[in-house]
């Protein structure tokens, strides 16, 4: 049950993740403006936007593969999680630099909550109340 859960908010991520990253390879300037905070990051650099799209692409990859295929993908979901789990880091130590709770919440919907979600995903299932 709880392994099932688990795939299909992996697709669910994967799915949200993969839209994002294709906005920031083939909208970069779109998505830019769009995203709440980024213009607050500096002047609009086509480049830098598209390789973050890129990391996110290959990111919702690897919860995609997890979905559909389960436990044989793991690996593909700890690599996923590891960059979300950085790119929150960032932002974290960002915050604490700058405007605080502010940034904090305006980032917890797009950013922590992946995260989040993305360890919870790997790791391991529970069977029996102990860890697996």
Do not use: C
């Amino acid at each position: 049950m709880e392994a099932d859960l688990k795939r299909a908010i992996a697709g669910l991520l994967a799915l949200l993740l993969g839209v994002n990253a294709l906005a920031q390879l083939f909208a970069s300037l779109w998505w830019y403006g769009a995203v709440p905070g980024v213009t607050e990051t500096g002047p609009f650099n086509p480049h830098f936007v598209q390789d973050i799209g890129a990391a996110y692409l290959v990111t919702a990859l690897g919860l995609a593969w997890f979905a559909w295929k389960g436990g044989p993908a793991w690996p593909a979901l700890v690599a996923a999680s590891a960059f979300l789990v950085l790119h929150a880091a960032i932002h974290l130590v960002a915050a604490a630099h700058h405007h605080g709770l502010h940034d904090l919440m305006r980032d917890l919907p797009g950013v922590f909550l992946p995260a989040l979600l993305s360890l919870w995903l790997a790791a391991p299932p529970r069977r029996n109340g102990r860890e697996a």
